[in-house]
Every structure is written in C-alpha cells, then in structure tokens.
C-alpha cells in the first residue's frame, strides 16, 4: 500500500512540474513575442 502511495505522489509531482514548466515557456514565447512588436 505505500508503495502505491509514493507512486502516486510521484507522478503527482512530476505532472505539476510539467504544468509548471509549460506554463513558463508559454509566458517566456509571449515576453519574446511582446518584445518584436
């Protein structure tokens, strides 16, 4: 049962930070995009 725990925490963890980097190059492409204009 922990090992299902800790598997789940795991794969929690790994999708905020997918989330959370996404959300940073997506606000990085619109800073760039700011700037040509």
Known sequence: M???LITAALV???YG???LSYISES???E????DNQ
Do not use: A, H, P, Y
């Open 12 to 14: 929690l963890v790994m």
């Open 2 to 4: 922990g090992i299902v």
């Open 27 to 29: 606000n990085i492409l």
């Open 31 to 34: 800073d760039t995009v700011n």
């Open 17 to 19: 930070l997918s989330i």
